[in-house]
């Protein structure tokens, strides 16, 4: 990954302005297709499977009126008046009149009709007018809900003075989020910390700029994706959030490392390629573990979240994409301007405080590690208590900013009629098969009206074609409340009952069974969804760090940060603390999906912070194996860019906090505490004491482990390899080699400490003790093998690093195994191959194929008459001796260890 990345950052200098161009070429591409084709965002939650969804699917087709959204019309009469009163009869039936006459409405219920009940409060003076719509809530037009905010207005002077009138319901419900000048505050405090972070202007805005470019790229992917998927209305928003905090802290971290190695005296270009090799490799492995965890939001099946995991996962991908790209090219552009300058005296006195502070932080922390362990556990179990009370809902009209035609509408109905009519429930029953389906329907009601937890049944009556029978059931409580679940549940649970005695059950739905069925799905999938994070955590540091520890102590890191989190969601959004000072103007339940969206985002963020620090203190204890010593050298040296990093994405996400959007406030409050708990008290806390605590034993990894699982490098040790031996061997040699062996996989040594210089032309057979023993020297060389050791350069190319480029290069003969190997080295030869390696020679007898092969090697150049190295193996010199050059001819003996048995492993083919 490394070299690969090395090279990316290379072409990236080489073609700098064309790669700023054709990002801004993209974006102006896409931008063009979402301002065409999207179709707008919707806030339909849709569970295909469930109870309340099919059953709001079947109404929608045998009682169309009852599809579609609703507005509501809450009229008060002047104190002392009653709704019921000839004026207020005049009134009420002239503005239905008129409502029913405007385009879209399909159904006005009468407050005052004798087919409706409860609609009117106790002391007649407040009624409720219920208007169904044909159109979907997100798709009103203005002028449908115009009209009605100017029919409430005439209404109220109908009315008489005194009077009041609100229009609402679940079309006003419906606000697309906005940007606003409070999210450019956490842009703004970015700046700074960059500015101070970097000592440098140019260097601050980079970043910057780069985030932008990112998510005004995946902000119009998500908007072109309306044409053909279904979006949440909170995916922009998501995604804007999401691409700010990575985009400018995958940028600071290459960055980061760019300005210190041109401190370090690197020229402009290899520093841009190395950030990109280093930095750039943990940037990938960071963002792909966020993706991974944002696409298990599908989990729980449930369209809408996976369509906003993947949407949120190509706006990580996008800012991943354009930190890799974009930051080289402008880093390019700055040229020398970032090379740190010449240290004054006082700045050396404040970066020599800042690290003797980092150091005294981590001498301190690890001191007593035990002691900062419980201490750490305990706050954090302490700061995890108030999720007991976590609640989860969809929110409603009640989450709406005050002052908001729905806010206030909703604030009415629950002031006048009780907080159960903001959260219908719609029971519907089969009545086909009855000859009495008013009598079925009206029985069905008045068990429901005697049920514990029922206000009232305003509603029970068959549809025009007689098949499906619909009851209103309004709850005590709110929609949110646990009695309202309790009720929906107790209702379901009738089912059997009327089965038995009427001949048909019922199903639950409406907007408010919908939300609780959501809830209580997502809280099922929060398990398993826990157990792919965490075991992806283990999985995936085990093989980043070669250890067993480091990854558990990961994990139970991240356990704890995601606790506290919920912790603190609960206390301000369920427990009401401090909802004032943040600007929250509804306490309750927090939107269904959060806790699944924060594991998924935390997680990635939580790894990303795991690998920057623990790989520096990995890289210290390879080279010096002092636990105590790598531990403070690897935290001194790095958390300062963590720190820097951590206060970014806080001050992005905390900027989100005041936003009108109810579905956004509790995501960016969580994110903005998790990662401050993540960054501060698990990783440059927990963690340091924890590595301690264990000493060497923090590296240890059994062996049966390290075979099985593949090693991925995210630290740029493979592109360290590379550079350190880019003048190595300094000459044309075709094959060289030193201290080079061939591990298996059980990581014993199968051969070690050969060396090797083939030239071009020349012949290199290797008689090996078996033939296994030689022909995994051959398959090594040929790139086909994995475990190698040592330093090898083949046909120019490092091995293992660039294995797949050493197959294409070389040719491999089989000897045992083809029936015509002349011809396959001929045909090698044709195609122009340097270096030709034959396995096992002297199993060729058929006495054609000899003189064939001999002649072959004798000619040793290709079609184009470019010389041709052999490496040949064998067991019984006697039977090639004939078929080599003699002139050109090296040889080799190779032996098993004298202290070792034969081979036994298993080779690691590529």
Not at 41 to 59: F, K, N, R, Y
Not at 617 to 623: A, C, F, G, S
Not at 707 to 725: F, M, Q
Not at 825 to 838: F, K, Q
Request: one cysteine or more.
């Amino acid at each position: 990954m490394s070299s690969l990345l090395y090279r990316l950052g290379r072409a990236v200098v080489r073609g700098r302005a064309w790669v700023l161009v054709a990002w801004l070429a993209l974006l102006a591409v896409l931008g063009t297709g979402a301002a065409l084709f999207q179709q707008g965002m919707e806030t339909e939650l849709a569970i295909p499977g469930s109870e309340s969804q099919d059953t709001l699917d079947h109404l929608n087709n045998v009682f169309p009126q009852m599809s579609g959204s609703s507005a509501q019309l809450v009229a008060t009469m002047p104190p002392g008046q009653r709704i019921d009163s000839p004026q207020g009869r005049e009134a009420l039936d002239a503005v239905i009149h008129r409502v029913e006459a405007q385009e879209g409405v399909t159904a006005v219920m009468n407050p005052l009709s004798d087919m409706v009940k409860n609609q009117v409060t106790p002391d007649g003076d407040t009624a409720l007018i219920t208007v169904q719509l044909s159109y979907a809530a997100t798709s009103v037009p203005d002028s449908v809900k115009n009209d009605l905010l100017a029919e409430a207005d005439t209404l109220e002077r109908e009315l008489g003075p005194g009077s009041d009138v609100h229009a609402g319901g679940s079309i006003f419900a419906v606000n697309m989020p906005a940007v606003g000048a409070t999210e450019a505050v956490g842009v703004i405090v970015a700046l700074l910390v960059l500015l101070l972070m970097l000592r440098s202007l140019v260097g601050a805005v980079m970043p910057l700029i780069t985030a932008l470019v990112g998510v005004g790229v995946s902000m119009t992917i998500v908007l072109l994706s309306t044409a053909f998927v279904t979006v949440s209305s909170a995916a922009p928003m998501l995604g804007l959030m999401l691409g700010l905090a990575v985009g400018i802290d995958y940028s600071l971290f290459i960055v980061s490392r760019h300005r210190e190695q041109l401190a370090a005296g690197l020229d402009v270009p290899e520093s841009i390629a190395r950030s990109v090799a280093t930095a750039g490799s943990a940037v990938i492995f960071a963002g792909v573990t966020v993706i991974i965890a944002l696409l298990a939001l599908a989990v729980p099946g449930i369209p809408f979240l996976t369509v906003m995991g993947i949407l949120a996962g190509v706006s990580i991908a996008v800012g991943v994409a354009a930190s890799l790209t974009v930051i080289p090219a402008l880093l390019s552009f700055a040229g020398e301007r970032l090379r740190p300058k010449r240290a004054k005296r006082t700045t050396r006195t404040r970066t020599r405080t800042r690290t003797k502070f980092s150091l005294r932080w981590v001498r301190a922390v690890t001191k007593a590690p035990l002691l900062t362990i419980v201490i750490v556990i305990a706050a954090l179990g302490i700061c995890t208590l108030p999720a007991a009370d976590l609640r989860l809902s969809v929110p409603d009209a009640g989450a709406q900013a005050v002052g908001t035609p729905a806010r206030d509408t909703y604030d009415a109905v629950a002031e006048q009629f009780g907080p159960g009519y903001n959260a219908p429930l719609i029971v519907t029953t089969d009545v086909i098969g009855t000859k009495d389906p008013l009598g079925q329907v009206n029985g069905m009601a008045d068990e429901i009206r005697a049920l514990p937890g029922v206000a009232a049944v305003p509603m029970a009556t068959p549809n025009e074609t007689i098949d499906t029978g619909i009851i209103q059931v309004i709850p005590t409580s709110g929609g949110e409340s646990q009695e309202t679940e309790d009720l929906v549940h107790r209702l379901r649970d009738l089912s059997p009952h009327f089965e038995q005695t009427y001949g048909a059950g019922i199903a639950v739905t409406g907007m408010t069974a919908i939300g609780i069925d959501l809830s209580e799905k997502l809280s099922d999938a929060l398990l398993p969804f826990g157990v792919i994070v965490v075991g992806l955590t283990l999985v995936l540091l085990a093989m980043v760090f070669r250890s067993v520890w480091v990854p558990i102590k990961a994990a139970l890191g991240y356990l704890l940060s995601v606790g506290a989190t919920f912790g603190a969601t609960a206390f301000v959004f369920n427990q009401g603390h401090l909802a004032e000072q943040l600007n929250i103007t509804h306490v309750g339940g927090v939107i269904s999906f959060l806790p699944l969206l924060l594991m998924a985002i935390l997680f990635g963020l939580a790894m990303d912070y795991e690998v920057f620090l623990v790989s520096r203190m990995r890289e210290d204890y390879t080279h010096n194996r002092d636990a105590k010593r790598a531990i403070e050298a690897g935290f001194s040296n790095v958390s300062p860019v963590v720190v820097a990093a951590a206060v970014i994405m806080i001050s992005v996400f905390a900027a989100f906090v005041p936003h009108g959007d109810s579905n956004i406030k509790p995501i960016a409050f969580g994110l903005a505490v998790g990662v401050f708990v993540d960054a501060f008290i698990v990783r440059m806390t927990l963690v340091p004491a924890v590595m301690a605590l264990l000493g060497d034993r923090a590296w240890w990894l059994p062996k049966w482990l390290s075979r099985k699982l593949p090693a991925l490098d995210v630290e740029g040790e493979a592109l360290e390899h590379e550079i350190r031996l880019a003048n190595w061997p300094g000459n044309d040699e075709v094959v060289s080699a030193r201290g080079f062996g061939v591990h298996d996989d059980r990581d014993e040594p199968v051969f070690e400490g050969v060396r090797i210089a083939l030239r071009p032309g020349g012949v290199l057979a290797v008689q090996g003790d078996d033939d296994d023993l030689s022909s995994a020297m051959l398959h090594a060389l040929g790139g086909r093998l994995s475990g190698v050791r040592g330093d090898v350069r083949v046909m120019g190319l490092l091995l293992p690093q660039r294995a797949r480029a050493v197959r294409s290069a070389t040719a491999l003969v089989r000897c045992r195994e083809s029936v015509a190997p002349a011809a396959e080295i001929a045909s090698a030869l044709a195609d122009g191959v340097r270096l030709v390696l034959i396995d096992e020679l002297d199993a060729v007898a058929d006495t054609e194929q000899r003189r064939e092969i001999a002649r072959l090697l004798a000619q040793a150049s290709t079609s184009d008459g470019e010389p041709v190295a052999f490496v040949v193996t064998h067991q019984n010199p006697s039977l090639v001796s004939g078929l080599l050059p003699e002139h050109r001819l090296s040889t080799m003996r190779l032996s098993t260890r004298p202290d070792a048995p034969a081979f036994a492993g298993r080779l690691l083919e590529v």
